[in-house]
């Protein structure tokens, strides 16, 4: 796999915020502009599931229980792929992954993307 790389994990408390970064060296977020990129998570005991995703054309989707909270968006001048996560819960305690998958037009169908672009995750951790 060709490593995408997370940033921006930690620890909080309940209510808090944070923003994830994702980025890949050597890379802009222009080599992405016909792919699907989206924020995964996977916490101890449970399958890996979709949080956000982007496509090709910049229309989101969310899973249910994030919407509203989270935020998946290019930040194109900075050149990475963030998440930022507000009124952030126990719940979502996970290590977090970054990713890529070349779609040009809408995202695939459900997480399970065969795809040579990840990130190694970050470690998100809510307190409550």
């Known amino acids: 796999q060709e490593p995408l790389a997370e940033s921006g994990g930690g620890s909080v408390q309940a209510g808090g915020s944070l923003r994830l970064s994702c980025g890949a060296a050597?890379?802009?977020?222009?080599?992405?502009?016909?792919?699907?990129m989206g924020w995964f998570r996977q916490a101890p005991g449970k399958e890996r599931e979709g949080v956000a995703k982007?496509?090709?054309?910049?229309?989101?989707t969310y899973a249910d229980s994030v919407k509203g909270r989270f935020t998946i968006a290019k930040e194109h001048a900075e050149n990475f792929l963030s998440l930022q996560m507000n009124s952030l819960k126990a719940e979502d305690t996970a290590i977090y992954y970054c990713?890529?998958?070349?779609?040009?037009?809408?995202?695939?169908?459900?997480?399970?993307?065969?795809?040579?672009?990840w990130g190694q995750g970050t470690q998100v951790t809510v307190s409550s």
């Open positions: 050597g890379l802009t977020l222009s080599s992405f502009r016909n792919h699907c």
């Open positions: 990713a890529a998958i070349f779609a040009p037009g809408n995202c695939p169908p459900g997480d399970n993307w065969q795809s040579r672009w």
């Open positions: 982007i496509d090709a054309g910049g229309r989101t």
